[in-house]
């Protein structure tokens, strides 16, 4: 069955310092990969996709994410932090065996020092 | 963002009240979800319809009925609910012929007293 690991409930990062955020997932077919963000009180907004094409996916805000499937990994990076970055990040995957259903990691949330 | 809409955005009710949240989707999908998000916890699917059919539940209970009239509109009937029910309930919609993304609403906050 399909999993997605997030590593840190909470990572706290400095302003202008780099942000990385883990995701790992399983599947046992080729999956497509996505990263989402809530602000407080409000629905959750899709940050980036990945669908088969580049491993490099560029998103909104300045995020970006790599998909490594020797590692199953696809970590969401962004080079230098804003206070306004502050939200909860969630990854998720679907893929053919869950007829493209979402499975969610548990979400991190992501503090930003002054 | 505009994609999905819910009503309304906050929601105060006692445990013997009855109530509806409504969910719309004017991205022309063809797929409607309902969530609950609590504090500390993961996210909880608990309905999902596909063309206005709904093919998953994911063992919730009866005192939350959906109801999905086309494919557009989403409701979620709420009805003796308990304290514990009080949460973040988030509606999303997707394309069947997408890649798995789905869409969501800004939410609605329950709370029961």
């Known amino acids: 069955a399909q999993s997605v690991t997030q590593l840190g409930s909470h990572v706290s990062v400095s302003e202008g310092a780099l942000v990385l955020l883990r995701c790992n997932y399983s599947s046992s077919v080729p999956p497509y990969l996505f990263w989402y963000v809530q602000y407080p009180n409000q629905g959750l907004q899709l940050l980036l996709k990945y669908t088969s094409a580049a491993t490099l996916v560029k998103g909104i805000n300045g995020f970006e994410a790599e998909f490594k499937k020797s590692e199953t990994s696809f970590h969401l990076t962004k080079p230098s932090a804003h206070m306004s970055d502050a939200a909860e990040y969630f990854c998720a995957v679907s893929d053919e065996d869950s007829n493209y259903q979402l499975i969610w990691g548990a979400g991190t949330k992501l503090i930003i020092k002054p | 963002e505009t994609g999905v809409t819910q009503t309304p955005r906050h929601l105060v009710m006692g445990m013997t009240n009855k109530k509806s949240l409504k969910c719309e989707q004017h991205?022309?999908?063809?797929?409607m979800y309902w969530y609950k998000q609590s504090a500390k916890k993961p996210l909880e699917l608990m309905f999902v319809?596909?063309?206005?059919?709904q093919t998953e539940n994911n063992s919730v209970p009866s005192r939350f009925s959906p109801e999905c009239p086309n494919s557009s509109h989403l409701f979620l009937h709420l009805h003796t609910l308990q304290p514990e029910d009080s949460a973040l309930y988030l509606c999303?919609?997707?394309?069947?012929w997408g890649a798995g993304e789905q869409y969501f609403g800004p939410g609605t906050r329950l709370t029961v007293t």
């Open positions: 319809y596909n063309f206005k059919e």
């Open positions: 991205l022309g999908h063809n797929a």
């Open positions: 999303a919609s997707r394309s069947l």
